[in-house]
């Protein structure tokens, strides 16, 4: 499943469920703005940055990588494009990156080589399969949800996510985005053969 451009799409609606995810206040998120940003030297691409507005120096860079496929390559490469943005941007501010693993199984580590130069602590990693949420869930939590469900439990989640978001969201254009997206959720995640 093509995982980039649906969470891009997703924190570009729910640019709270970073914040959800990191168990800090939702609210945090009106004074981000989030972006891909594209890493000249060798044409890397982020995933998400969580930029904060000018008014709040104090508050971090926030780095958001998507990863559902075990790759051996993972830390190194996403590493060379942290520092790279470091290098071509200068930030004057604390830097977070966050790793959303589809599934722990999929996290093969930290290299060796990292460990010491870096404040681990700062780099968090989030398990999408294993995140409780809350009673009832978020629409944006319940959308991460239904991207890790299996394909029997789909339709009654589509029908399920669809009156979630005509209930939570009161905006026609916003609202048919959020349907779109779930759209192209089950286009990427059950394509026809």
């Given at each position: 499943m093509k995982t980039d451009k649906i969470f891009y799409t997703l924190f570009q609606v729910f640019p709270e469920l970073l914040f959800q995810l990191l168990g800090e206040s939702p609210n945090l998120a009106q004074n981000y703005q989030f972006k891909s940003i594209e890493i000249k030297e060798l044409a890397f691409r982020l995933d998400g940055v969580f930029i904060p507005d000018a008014d709040h120096p104090d508050y971090p860079l926030y780095f958001v990588e998507v990863q559902f496929q075990k790759d051996e390559d993972f830390y190194w490469?996403?590493?060379?494009?942290?520092?790279?943005?470091?290098?071509?941007?200068?930030?004057?501010?604390?830097?977070?990156?966050?790793?959303?693993?589809?599934?722990?199984?999929?996290?093969?580590?930290?290299?060796?080589?990292?460990?010491?130069?870096?404040?681990?602590?700062?780099?968090?990693?989030?398990?999408?399969?294993?995140?409780?949420?809350?009673?009832?869930?978020?629409?944006?939590?319940?959308?991460?949800?239904?991207?890790?469900?299996?394909?029997?439990?789909?339709?009654?989640?589509?029908?399920?996510?669809?009156?979630?978001?005509?209930?939570?969201?009161?905006?026609?254009?916003?609202?048919?985005?959020v349907i779109e997206l779930i759209e192209k959720i089950i286009i990427y995640k059950f394509p026809q053969k």
């Open positions: 490469r996403f590493m060379t494009q942290l520092f790279l943005y470091l290098k071509q941007y200068k930030p004057e501010r604390t830097c977070c990156p966050v790793i959303l693993w589809g599934k722990r199984r999929l996290d093969i580590g930290f290299p060796i080589a990292y460990q010491n130069l870096l404040n681990l602590e700062r780099i968090q990693r989030i398990y999408l399969d294993e995140i409780e949420a809350e009673s009832p869930p978020s629409l944006g939590i319940s959308i991460l949800q239904f991207i890790l469900i299996s394909g029997k439990k789909a339709p009654e989640q589509v029908q399920s996510l669809i009156e979630q978001t005509r209930r939570q969201i009161i905006d026609p254009n916003t609202q048919r985005n």
